[in-house]
């Protein structure tokens, strides 16, 4: 009986003693009702949890591991280096900046002086070009040029008997020969008709305003028939609202009877189509 007690109590100090050493190994974490079999790995980074959120990645500069001291200082350079532009001297921003290109020579004269080559395709000097097209027409028709205009003027006796507005056989010689000089070019045309202040009353033509408008009518038929886009023309009545001169006399009323073509020349190629 006595070595029986003694052999458990043996026993039971063998076993009381293995479990000491045991916890002192491997200690249990507060709450969590078990022991951790895995040794603490302060290297690595924590898991996410169950929510899925995560601390904010590190930024490595030139290591295999994050530093914080290295981040830190990188972050004050940044700062400081953001600081030294806000409040750098104007001088200084502006010796950072690179020079301009020189302009082309293409667009300078041949003298240097800096003038542009487009000068010369001004509305104002394409305007009097196209006008010296027309100056061979004699005294038939009248050639001047307003900004970026060109207005042909032919006397209504010239083109129409009085008080019609079918064209004469002088009249469709004359828009013949206009024809050759506006067909190869794309601007804008404006026939404008005018008279005098005489009222004119006929079953045809009841006012001034039907008559002029039938007469540039008349001019623009011609034109077309000769060749001119239809999309280039226009025909205006305007009456006697616009006389050059007084009607008080018989030349001054001639003078205001009258066609005139505007060409327009285009602002851009789109209205040129």
Known sequence: MVDLMTLLLTLFVLLAAYAYQHKAQNPIEPGSGMQSNQPANTDRPAASDATGDTDPPEIIIGGDKPNPDARTASGDALIGE????????????????????????????SDGSGASAQGQNHPGEQARAL?????????????????????????????????????????????????????????????????????????????????????????????????????????????????????????????????????ELPANEEDAR
């Open 131 to 263: 006008a010296g097209q027309f100056e061979d027409m004699g005294d038939d028709v009248e050639v001047s040029t307003i900004a970026d205009r060109v207005q042909l003027r032919v006397k209504d006796n010239i083109l129409f008997p009085t008080g019609e507005a079918g064209l004469s056989g002088a009249g469709r010689h004359l828009l013949a020969r206009l024809a050759e000089r506006l067909e190869g070019s794309d601007y804008r045309i404006t026939v404008e008709g005018h008279t005098d202040n005489r009222p004119i009353q006929t079953w045809r033509y009841p006012s001034n305003w039907e008559l002029s408008a039938a007469r540039a009518a008349s001019v623009v038929r011609e034109l077309i028939d000769a060749g001119i886009r239809p999309r280039r023309l226009h025909a205006v009545g305007l009456a006697d609202t616009q006389p050059i001169t007084g009607n008080d006399t018989a030349t001054g009323r001639a003078e205001n009877r009258r066609v005139d073509l505007v060409l």
């Open 82 to 109: 953001r600081h030294e532009q806000l409040f750098a001297e104007p001088g200084d921003a502006e010796s950072h900046q690179e020079a301009p290109e020189p302009t082309s020579g293409a667009a300078m004269d």
